[in-house]
């Protein structure tokens, strides 16, 4: 996957407030007078000067600030211009709560307010508040976690029989039998590519996954079965320009399925003026799957102490991961958590998700790393 860069539009489009547009001496439009302690971008040629306070000409300065300083834009005298960057308020409610929203750190009282849905049978949707005989899947914000699946979310605390190969009905192993949606996933999400740069070419939005990251492996397996989803429609602060959540993903499916079509997937899908496709992905540029490299636990001698009483005994998962993208400040976005079963509703897999956050890192497109 090509990762996009930060487009020159879209860094003024967040510091545009730094500079102030002044008539050039030649008359031919003006230049950018940009104030002190700015970082330099040169855009290359073109017929407007960009003026800087040290005379010359051809670069943009855009305010980042002191290292650490998290401090407002600097603007020029007389103008009216935002922070940099507003902290959003937050007050977990999550402790006891059933709430798959309020346990992922969205929806509480006082705070930014959302249109939240659910999709998939009930039995798949959940909130925990750990998993595992360690800590190692402890809630990333306040005390609990959602977890969606293509399976039932019960069963994940049930372990695994020793030498269980999958062949018959076992734990994490259910046809809920709905919802199927087959070759094509839920609107927004479009399983195409868009064959082309979102953030070069901002024309392609809207018309399939920016990311180019699905349609490779989500054809091998031709359609999906059991999904789930946690869908959410917001309008982002006017303070902030991207989103992240914390992730982690597993899968039966591993190993006697690992590398073939049975490759259930979980997909972030964002529906933005800054971006709309998948916004989250493996090591190696992949979706989310059962062949993601990011399958940090590996438990085919069935010996890992963070899988010991589960279903995942003798499968695989993810560590915590976090998923960051662009949006735009003040506009209405959507926002779709969604796994599903690939080529067949059994052999199941299941997504954690926790610590939604409003930030401020949006000049760039999507990026997931691991927690920490």
């Known amino acids: 996957m090509s990762r996009v860069g930060a487009s020159i539009l879209g860094v003024l489009l967040v510091v545009g407030c730094d500079a102030e547009r002044e008539d050039s001496d030649t008359g031919n439009g003006g230049g950018l007078t940009a104030t002190d302690g700015l970082t330099t971008i040169d855009p290359g040629g073109g017929s407007d000067d960009i003026d800087d306070d040290d005379g010359g000409t051809g670069d943009i300065k855009l305010d980042v600030g002191a290292a650490g300083s998290g401090g407002p834009l600097e603007c020029m005298e007389g103008q009216d211009c935002p922070d940099a960057c507003d902290e959003v308020a937050h007050v977990p409610c ?5 709430d798959l929203f309020n346990a992922i750190g969205l929806g509480c009282p006082g705070e930014i307010q959302i249109t939240s849905t659910t999709q998939g049978d009930a039995s798949a949707l959940g909130v925990r508040t750990g998993f595992g005989a360690t800590d190692e899947w402890a809630p990333r ?9 293509s399976g039932s979310v019960l069963e994940l605390d049930t372990e695994t029989p ?6 018959g009905p076992t734990h994490c192993n259910d046809a809920l039998g709905s919802p199927d949606p087959g070759a094509m996933l839920p609107a927004p999400i479009q399983v195409m590519d868009v064959g082309g740069d979102c953030a070069a070419d901002p024309s392609l939005l809207g018309s399939g996954d920016c990311s180019n990251t699905i349609a490779g492996q989500f054809t091998q397996g031709g359609a999906a079965f059991d999904y789930a989803e946690l869908r959410v429609i917001a309008n982002v602060p006017e303070g902030n320009n991207s989103i992240s959540y914390d992730f982690a993903f597993f899968s039966t499916e591993y190993p006697f399925y690992f590398g073939d079509s049975f490759n259930d997937m979980f997909v972030g899908w964002l529906e933005s003026e800054s971006w709309t496709g998948n916004i989250s992905f493996d090591e190696a540029g992949n979706p989310i799957s059962l062949n993601a490299g990011f399958l940090d636990f590996r438990d085919d001698s069935a010996s890992l ?12 998962g993810t560590k915590w991961l976090s998923s960051t993208a662009p949006v735009t400040p003040g506009e209405q976005i959507t926002v779709v958590l969604a796994v599903f079963d690939l080529a067949d509703p059994i052999l199941d897999s299941y997504v954690f998700i926790d610590n939604w956050q409003w930030g401020c890192e949006g000049t760039s497109g999507p990026v997931t790393e691991p927690v920490g």
């Open 305 to 316: 102490p963070e899988f010991a009483g589960t279903c995942m005994k003798q499968h695989a």
């Open 94 to 98: 999550d402790d006891g709560t059933s």
């Open 141 to 149: 914000e306040g005390s609990s976690f959602a977890v969606i699946g």
């Open 162 to 167: 020793p030498g269980d190969d999958n062949g």
